[in-house]
């Protein structure tokens, strides 16, 4: 059966620092990658996906980038934090042809 | 921009009672799922529908999609308090289906 890992669960940042989100799927292959970030008790904002090794769709313009380095993996950086990046980050897979989606746990991250 | 509009955004019940929670758009999506989702944790699918007046039911719960697949309705007979969560329905772009887009979510509570 396919799995998705998200790691950290939580983490604090000060402002101005860089980040790094790692996400792996297990038991699939070639599959869509997502991340999104959600405001408290509200729906999610797409910011990347990606249909394979190396391509990667920006959504919304930010100080975040993200990299598909492997196929079972993806992830989400910054190299300087801003306030307004706190949120609730979330990594998702699909089955090519746009399939539903599989989401991780998240990670929460606050930014001091 | 494709945007789904969810409705309520907030539903307080009592045990027992039944209730419907509304997924709207002027867009029309090549899929739509619901999510139910838990504080801290990633969202969990719940359906997919795909064809324009599709039913789908599971056990208490009743999916509808719209005859021009832009809207859809996810009706709760007799809730339990095990319903309570956020439920976010998502579409699938019509032209674009690797890309998703999230309504605002509706939280519900089912009181004992």
């Known amino acids: 059966s396919q799995t998705i890992h998200q790691w950290p669960a939580t983490l604090v940042q000060p402002v101005g620092s860089p980040l790094s989100l790692e996400c792996t799927v297990e038991?699939?292959?070639?599959?869509?990658l997502y991340w999104y970030r959600q405001a408290a008790g509200r729906g999610l904002q797409l910011l990347f996906y990606?249909?394979?090794?190396?391509?990667i769709s920006s959504e919304v313009p930010q100080n975040l980038s993200a990299s598909r380095p492997q196929d079972r993996q993806f992830i989400l950086s910054s190299k300087k934090l801003l306030l307004s990046d706190s949120g609730f980050y979330l990594c998702a897979w699909s089955d090519r042809g746009g399939q539903p989606q599989h989401f991780g746990d998240g990670t929460r991250l606050s930014i001091l | 921009t494709q945007l789904l509009e969810q409705s309520p955004q907030f539903l307080s019940i009592q045990e027992g009672e039944n209730l419907t929670v509304y997924c709207n758009s002027s867009s029309v999506f090549s899929s739509l799922q619901w999510y139910r989702q838990e504080p801290g944790e990633g969202p969990v699918l719940l359906v997919t529908v795909v064809t324009g007046g599709e039913v789908k039911k599971l056990k208490r719960l009743t999916f509808q999609f719209g005859d021009a697949r832009k809207d859809s309705s996810l009706h709760i007979t007799a809730a339990q308090p095990g319903d309570t969560g956020l439920y976010l329905c998502?579409?699938?772009?019509?032209?674009?289906?690797?890309?998703?887009?999230f309504g605002s979510g509706t939280k519900l509570n089912v009181k004992p």
């Open positions: 990606s249909v394979g090794i190396g391509q």
């Open positions: 038991g699939t292959s070639n599959p869509n």
């Open positions: 998502a579409g699938a772009g019509r032209y674009n289906f690797n890309k998703f887009y």
